[in-house]
């Protein structure tokens, strides 16, 4: 099972929620609906996730609602962490990505919890 790592649980938490959305560049093998991911942070697996939905878009067509619901940021700020987080790649505005929607399947036990 691939593995999708997030660096930041954006938006407050999406993370700890049921369902959820990450911004990803366009990867059609890795990233299509039906596929389960095992979802990490920072490295540590916390949980699976079924891929539900994805949304091939253009940066530029990111709207106020598809940025505030993955981040927690306006569309400006967005574009920024995007730009940041895709600092090597050339030509970044005309990419494709995949905005999806996640739900978890199972929940990964962390060392102090039980399953």
């Not at 938006?11 to 049921?18: A, Q, V």
């Not at 942070?41 to 996730?49: Q, V």
């Not at 600092?87 to 039980?114: S, Y």
Request: with cysteine; hydrophobic share 35%.
């Amino acid at each position: 099972m691939e593995t999708l790592d997030f660096e930041t649980n954006w938006n407050g938490g999406k993370l700890n929620m049921d369902c959820f959305t990450t911004f990803r560049l366009h990867n059609p093998k890795k990233y299509a609906v039906g596929n389960s991911l095992i979802i990490s942070l920072k490295g540590t697996p916390i949980k699976e996730a079924i891929i539900m939905q994805i949304k091939k878009v253009k940066l530029s067509e990111v709207n106020e609602f598809m940025a505030h619901i993955d981040t927690g940021y306006n569309r400006e700020e967005f574009a920024k962490i995007v730009k940041k987080m895709y600092k090597n790649i050339e030509n970044i505005e005309n990419q494709d990505f995949d905005f999806m929607l996640l739900k978890t399947t199972r929940k990964i036990p962390t060392l102090f919890e039980k399953d």
